[in-house]
Each structure stands twice: as structure tokens, then as C-alpha cells.
């Protein structure tokens, strides 16, 4: 138990953070924690959290994808002029806008992965590529409406439960069992922990870097075409906020950005705990802008608790308390 | 600081190769710039006339300035082995301050210029002081801060607004010999690296982004390079800040992120290296000319100017590509 405890610290931080921040939010608006709230906060934290599933994976394995944003934009505009406000079109549509962001990540893996290209330079570049691309095909002009489905799979409920929860839920569990069960998951952390050491142990390093970015593309599309139903129709710099509340979801979620450490589950805990932050705002009458700056300071202080500098201090003061008790 | 400069130059030398194939590798990239430069003001001059005027030269300048300090800055981080998200931030906080508190009263604009440029510098040094202090690696550091300024922009100004005095708007058009303000601008960053490569600091600078452990080792101080480096970052992006107000002449909370990766761009495809300790400011500088005549080339050639974007990204790619193919050959070699 206290193994599983020292091990998780960061991931059962999150979740205690979350708690504390619904109490005090509940504090600041007493409406807070209705159910319809609530129902529209998890909402709100399924799309952060799709988004943020295949950036945990990339983090993990050491790298990270600053071109979420566009291919989330890309998938989202493109799935609404293929199907037009139609459901039958998305047969198609929607796997083809899967592989398409599947397709960038292959490209975004294998140019970091093959051809040394920095993380960053490689997501940045196919981010303002794919940007440009999308605004010469919409010439800037907003796209029809979502289909109905798409429409019913992000704000649709069953039961109660709202679709994409459920949505959610799944793939949580297809990421739990990917990093806990599979070899993928013992190739990753090996792969973030030490490329060097994971390569001369047999671990197929190019592979499992390609797969993250492909995991990372295939969840920024699905999550593009989900927010198109939300919002009603997808509109240009719909994916601009997903590049710092994915990496701040998964940094607050106790995945070291360095690598090798870290679990979807408390990339669960990072989106909660964001959109949370998000809807306390209006409560206390701060702007969007006030939004971006916590968003950094979060990114900065998780991040912070989470280094080597502050590694040593916390695992010191966390033996001490463990023995003591 | 105990390391003479001979250590650190040697230090370079030695990673850089002594043999000619070193030699060739290292200057490759800034040849292959100033060839694609040539070949798009050979296409630019094709389709248009007065292209090899002293007045294009000047509006070219003009309007690859505000790139080329904001990429002066990010050479210089680059060299360290580092990179600098934060000039997002940094650009558009500038110009916000500067559209929402300059006057037509000269002193005000002097004032108040000032304070941006001694805040870029400041949370430049935050920024260098954060990497080295908390042992976190620059891009999420300046991720943050990017994300911190570009919220206090908005802050202070939600939608793209503001003015600047009429006299502070036709700074670009001053002329002296016949060249504009923003020439003598280029003129000057040139000198500034001409001096500033062979300081002190700036070989420090350059040995710890080739070799961070044997600048340690020979007794460098990381924390203060890392200071030094983010804090003249900060400080061309406020300069790069000030300068896009004399062309737009407002303000915008989110015009910063259109400069992050062209900066980083202008200096690849200049030749600095990706991985720290090479380059030359000429090749940024060239860089930037080169992504800027791109959206020339694209108004020429009669295409939506949506694919500026696309071929700058491309370039980039090419670049990056090319320069990680020659860096695993460099590294092989060494090997």
C-alpha cells in the first residue's frame, strides 16, 4: 500500500487538488456543484482530456506535440464541409479524418524518430503547415454546421450520463490498459526514462516514438470532430487553447515532461482540475486573458513539483512523513 | 568566471572539426540560404519591376525587421543549445503596452519604451533563471511564460487596438544616405554580432550550447549564461516588440505567436544549428529575408496568400531536415 502510494504521489496530488478546487469553487458559487454543472463541466474536460490522452503518451515517451491545435482544427473544418450537416457522409468521413491525423502524427514520429528533427521544431512546422493548408481550402470562411450524430456524441446524454463521458471513459481505459498492461506501455516508459538504455535493451525506440505521435494525432482529430458537434459548426483557431491545456492536463497530472514517468489517470485528474479552474474564473470576474497566465503558472508550478530540484526535497519530506506514521 | 577565452575557442574548434569536410559542413547551410535567397529575388525580379532598387531594399528591410530582432534573439538562444517560446508572449505584451500608454509627448514614448525593453530583459533573465534554478527544460519554461504574457496582453488590451503617436509611425520611412532607418537597423545588428561573438560573454555562450558539461567543467557558470541568454532573448523581442508598432501601429494581444517559429526559422535555414554551439547572425538575418520575400513572391505569383505559411513551414522542414542529416554525419565522424 505504501509502495502503491509513493509511486502514484503525483497522480493522487492531482486528485486532491481537484477536490479542493471543487470545494472552493463550490465556495465561490454556490451553484457549482449541481448536477447540470457538473454534467457540463465533465463535458467541457472530455475534450481537454482526448486531446491530452495522446500528448501524455508523447510526453511520456519524451517528446511533446505543439501541433495538436491545427490537426484538431483540420479534422474538425474538413469533417464539416465533407458531410455538409449530414450523418450518412460520416461513415466515411470520420475515419478518414482519423487516419489523416494519424498520417501527421506518422510524419511528425518519423521526422523526430528517423531524422533527429527536435520535437518541437518538427509539431511547431506541421502545425503552421496544416494551418495554412486549412485556410486555403475555407479561404477563411466558416464551414456548414455539424451532423446531427456528431452532435448527439458530444452533448447528447444517455441516461443521464452525457455521450461523451462515456466516450471518455473508454478510452480511458484503452489508454490505462495500452501503458499498464501492453508491451507498448513497458517499451514507453523505458523509451522516456533513458532512449540509450531502452535501445540497447531491445526496445524498438523508432516504433514506439512513431506511435506516440500517431496515438497524439488520432486523438487531436477525434477531439476536432467531437468539439465541431459542441460548438455547432467548426470554425478557424477552434484548437488554439488545446496547445497549453494539454500540456498543462498532463503536466498537472504528474507526468514527468522529461519522460519516462507519468499515467493517463492523472491526466484525467489535470483536465478536471483545468476546466474547473476555467469555470471559477467567471465566478471571480477574471478575463480570458487572466485565464492564459494561470494556465503558465500551473505549467510552471506542477511542473516545478515535478523536477529533479524538487524531486529530492519531496521524496526526502514524504519517507520522513511515511516512517513517522 | 575562471575560463579564458583560448579554452572556449578551442572548445569550439574542436567540435566544429579541423578537417575540410568540417569546414565544408559547418558553412554548407549558409551557402545554400544565400543561393535560395538569390533564386527568389531572381523569381520576385522576373515578375516585377524596380526590384533591384534602394526602394525595395528598403521596404523589404521594413518589413523583415520585426523578424529579424526577434530572430537575433533567438540565434542567440539557439547557439546556447536552447529555444525561446516566450517571444509569443513577449512581442505581443510590447505592443500592447506601447498602444495603450505611449503619447504624442516624445518623453512618454521614451519612458515608457524603455520599460518594455527593460521588462523583456527582465523576464528574459526570469526565464534563464527558472531553466537553471528548477533544472527544467527551456522549451516548457518559456511555454509557460509564453502563456502567462500573452494572458497579461490580453489583460491589458482583449482585442487588437490602441494607436502610437503619428511621428512614432513613420519611423520606417526616415532616411539617411539613402537608406532607411530600418537598413541602418540591419547595418547595426550585423556590427552588434560582429562585436558581441568575439566578447567574452558571447564565447561563453556559444562554447556552453556545444559543450554544456566541459564549459562546466572549465569553469562556467550555467546559471549566469542561462541569465545572459534568455535576458538578451527577452530583450530583442521587446526591441522586435517596439519596432512592429512603428509598422502596424497598434497593438495586438496575440500577433506574438506569429513570430515564434519564423524566428526560429529565419535561423535554421540561416545555418545556426538546432543543437546549439554554430551559426552566424548573417544567416538568420538572411533567413528572415528569405520568409519575408516568400510573401512577395506569393502576392507576384498571384496565389491566395494562405500558402506563405505552407512554403515557409516546407523550407523549415527542408532546412531542419537537412541540417539533422548533416549533424548525424557531423557526429558519426566524431564518433
Known amino acids: 500500500m505504501r509502495a502503491f502510494l509513493a509511486r502514484n504521489r503525483l497522480i493522487l496530488l492531482a486528485y486532491l487538488g481537484m477536490l479542493l478546487l471543487l470545494l472552493i469553487t463550490a465556495l465561490f458559487s454556490p451553484g457549482f456543484l449541481s448536477a447540470s454543472n457538473l454534467r457540463s463541466t465533465v463535458v467541457l474536460a472530455a475534450f481537454v482530456g482526448i486531446v491530452a490522452l495522446g500528448q501524455t503518451f508523447v510526453i511520456i515517451g519524451g517528446g511533446i506535440d505543439l501541433s495538436v491545435p491545427w490537426v484538431l482544427n483540420s479534422a474538425a473544418v474538413v469533417m464539416a464541409l465533407l458531410c455538409a450537416g449530414q450523418n450518412m457522409p460520416l461513415l466515411w468521413v470520420a475515419p478518414l479524418m482519423l487516419a489523416g491525423g494519424a498520417l501527421v502524427g506518422f510524419i511528425n514520429g518519423l521526422g523526430v524518430a528517423q531524422f533527429g528533427v527536435p520535437p518541437i521544431i518538427m509539431t511547431l512546422a506541421a502545425n503552421v503547415i496544416l494551418q495554412g493548408l486549412i485556410l486555403v481550402l475555407t479561404g477563411g470562411s466558416p464551414s456548414p454546421t455539424a451532423p446531427d450524430l456528431i452532435k448527439f456524441l458530444s452533448v447528447g446524454r444517455v441516461g443521464g450520463i452525457p455521450v461523451i463521458a462515456l466516450i471518455w471513459l473508454a478510452l480511458a481505459l484503452v489508454a490505462t490498459v495500452l501503458l499498464s498492461k501492453a508491451a507498448f506501455g513497458r517499451h514507453l516508459y523505458a523509451l522516456g526514462s533513458s532512449p540509450t538504455v531502452a535501445e540497447f535493451s531491445g526496445v524498438p525506440t523508432a516504433r514506439t516514438t512513431v506511435l506516440t505521435y500517431v496515438i497524439s494525432g488520432l486523438t487531436a482529430s477525434l477531439a476536432g470532430m467531437l468539439l465541431t458537434g459542441y460548438s455547432g459548426q467548426a470554425y478557424l483557431g477552434m484548437g488554439d487553447s488545446y496547445l497549453f491545456t494539454s500540456v498543462a492536463a498532463v503536466a498537472i497530472g504528474g507526468a514527468s515532461i522529461l519522460g519516462g514517468s507519468g499515467h493517463y489517470l492523472g491526466t484525467v485528474a489535470g483536465a478536471l482540475v483545468l476546466t474547473i479552474l476555467t469555470g471559477l474564473l467567471p465566478a471571480l470576474n477574471l478575463s480570458s486573458g487572466a485565464l492564459l497566465v494561470v494556465y503558465g503558472a500551473v505549467i510552471l508550478v506542477t511542473v516545478s513539483i515535478g523536477s529533479e530540484a524538487f524531486a529530492g526535497l519531496g521524496s526526502s519530506l514524504w519517507n520522513r512523513k511515511s516512517r513517522e506514521a | ?335
Open chain 2, 1 to 335: 568566471m575562471s575560463v579564458t577565452i583560448e579554452q572556449a575557442q578551442a572548445g569550439i574548434e574542436s567540435r566544429s572539426g579541423a578537417d575540410w569536410r568540417g569546414w565544408v559542413l559547418d558553412r554548407a547551410p549558409f551557402v545554400v540560404a544565400c543561393i535560395m535567397l538569390a533564386v527568389i529575388i531572381a523569381i520576385y525580379g522576373s515578375y516585377q519591376s524596380g526590384v533591384f532598387t534602394l526602394d525595395e531594399l528598403n521596404l523589404d528591410t521594413a518589413a523583415a525587421m520585426t523578424l529579424m530582432l526577434a530572430g537575433t534573439g533567438q540565434t542567440i538562444v539557439l547557439m546556447r543549445g536552447g529555444i525561446d517560446l516566450s517571444i509569443g508572449g513577449m512581442i505581443s505584451l510590447g505592443t500592447v503596452i506601447a498602444a495603450t500608454r505611449f503619447t504624442d509627448d516624445p518623453g512618454t514614448v521614451l519612458l515608457w519604451s524603455s520599460a518594455i525593453l527593460a521588462l523583456g530583459l527582465g523576464i528574459g533573465a526570469l526565464n534563464g533563471l527558472l531553466i537553471s534554478l528548477l533544472k527544467l527544460q527551456p522549451f516548457l519554461v518559456t511555454l509557460a511564460t509564453w502563456s502567462i504574457l500573452g494572458g497579461v496582453a490580453m489583460i491589458i488590451l482583449p482585442t487588437d487596438g490602441g494607436s502610437v503617436p503619428g511621428w512614432w509611425l513613420g519611423f520606417g520611412y526616415l532616411e539617411l544616405l539613402g537608406l532607411s532607418s530600418p537598413v541602418w537597423m540591419l547595418l547595426g545588428l550585423l556590427l552588434f554580432w560582429w562585436w558581441f561573438r568575439s566578447t567574452r560573454i558571447g564565447i561563453t555562450i556559444q562554447a556552453t550550447g556545444s559543450n554544456e558539461k566541459s564549459a562546466f567543467l572549465s569553469g562556467v557558470s550555467i546559471t549566469r549564461v542561462n541569465v545572459l541568454t534568455y535576458g538578451l532573448s527577452g530583450l530583442f523581442a521587446a526591441g522586435a516588440a517596439l519596432y512592429l508598432t512603428t509598422q502596424t501601429g497598434a497593438g495586438s494581444p496575440t500577433i506574438g505567436k506569429d513570430y515564434i517559429l519564423p524566428s526560429v526559422a529565419a535561423a535554421v535555414i540561416g545555418g545556426v544549428s538546432l543543437f546549439g554551439g554554430r551559426g552566424h547572425l548573417a544567416g538568420t538575418l538572411i533567413g528572415a529575408f528569405i520568409l519575408t520575400l516568400i510573401g512577395n513572391l506569393v502576392f507576384v505569383l498571384k496565389v491566395s496568400s494562405y500558402w506563405q505559411p505552407v512554403a515557409s513551414g516546407v523550407i523549415l522542414l527542408l532546412s531542419v531536415l537537412a541540417s539533422s542529416i548533416a549533424e548525424k554525419a557531423a557526429r558519426g565522424r566524431g564518433a
